[in-house]
T-cell receptor, first 108, second 116 residues
Framework: GQNIDQPTEMTATEGAIVQINCTYQ??????LFWYQQHAGEAPTFLSY????GLEEKGRFSSFLSRSKGYSYLLLKELQMKDSASYLC?????????FGAGTTVTVRA | EAGVTQFPSHSVIEKGQTVTLRCDPI?????LYWYRRVMGKEIKFLLH????????ESGMPNNRFLAERTGGTYSTLKVQPAELEDSGVYFC??????????????FGEGSRLTVL
């Protein structure tokens, strides 16, 4: 079975840093994705980790530890437009299994 | 380049009726997926096409759901007859070769289905 956990909600101030944790227990692993989804819109790709370590992409970074079944998404220099749902998804072969998503609210 | 498009964006039907959702993937993407998110739950896999062939339909809830991809281009997902628990957002996604890159899935905006 697949079990992917992430916090339901997080709130942070504009300009701050927020870290969204994701823990997973899955029957297979071919990589971990982070997606951003604004209300009523399509999930959009943020990052992909298949090896342990940190991947940095502008203001967003993602970390993976396969031995611990753990990942985090780090959002720096938060902007109001970063208010959205962030989805952690584990790929097993060609399927993605999603967590329920973390709603991040950025306050001025 | 056009993204993944889905139609309709929202459909409201009564229990027992039929609804057909359509997905147009990104041109050239052989892989097409259907996912579903019911209220308060996570997005879940329904099925996967490679071109016109169903590779995996293990996520389809029951035989009231029928997906097709004739000609390997657009896909339809039909629910017949619809039940209350079928309400949710149905996402379509497409990708190129799975092994060649990150296997990034490009998602559509989803079709929201409300069954009354």
């Amino acid at each position: 079975g697949q079990n992917i956990d992430q916090p339901t909600e997080m709130t942070a101030t504009e300009g701050a840093i927020v870290q969204i944790n994701c823990t997973y227990q899955t029957s297979g692993f071919n990589g971990l994705f982070w997606y951003q989804q604004h209300a009523g819109e399509a999930p959009t790709f943020l990052s992909y980790n298949v090896l342990d370590g940190l991947e940095e992409k502008g203001r967003f970074s993602s970390f993976l530890s396969r031995s611990k079944g753990y990942s985090y998404l780090l959002l720096k220099e938060l902007q109001m437009k970063d208010s959205a749902s962030y989805l952690c998804a584990v790929r097993n072969d060609y399927k993605l299994s999603f967590g329920a998503g973390t709603t991040v609210t950025v306050r001025a | 380049e056009a993204g993944v498009t889905q139609f309709p964006s929202h459909s409201v039907i009564e229990k027992g009726q039929t609804v057909t959702l359509r997905c147009d993937p990104i041109s050239g993407h052989d892989n097409l997926y259907w996912y579903r998110r019911v209220m308060g739950k996570e997005i879940k896999f329904l099925l996967h096409f490679v071109k016109e062939s169903k590779q995996d339909e293990s996520g389809m809830p029951n035989n009231r759901f029928l997906a097709e991809r004739t000609g390997g281009t657009y896909s339809t997902l039909k629910v017949q007859p619809a039940e209350l628990e079928d309400s949710g957002v149905y996402f379509c996604a497409s990708s190129q070769e799975i092994a060649a890159n990150t296997g990034e899935l490009f998602f559509g905006e989803g079709s929201r289905l409300t069954v009354l």
